[in-house]
């Protein structure tokens, strides 16, 4: 996913959420990002997988709770379906906030459960 669409993929939420800024995103212990995109198509409809996407990155909770040198860190709130969480900033997100996301997950892997 491309920065602009993180971006406003953040605002969005933030409208229908009280001004909390944060990103979808889904979660198992222990499965890899493409384990993850198997389960989360098994458990949608055809045609409705909302990870679809041609290209998947991996990182971890542990790693993407780690504070920035100004403390600064992201929260986890879980949200819908059983693996499903939102990733919160602690305010409207900054250039510092996105380029540290985008730091902490591994280089683009192939999806498997790809559309």
Known sequence: MLRKDMVASARRYAN???????LSFWSWPGLTAGQIAM??????PVGRNPLAYGKLRQSTVGKVREPDSNGRTFSFRKTGQDGHYTLTF?????????ERLESMFGP????????
């Open 16 to 22: 229908r959420n009280d001004g909390v800024y944060g």
């Open 108 to 115: 683009p892997e192939t999806n498997p459960a790809a559309d």
């Open 90 to 98: 602690p305010s409207e997100p900054t250039d510092g906030d996105w």
């Open 39 to 44: 389960r989360v198509k098994e458990l949608h």
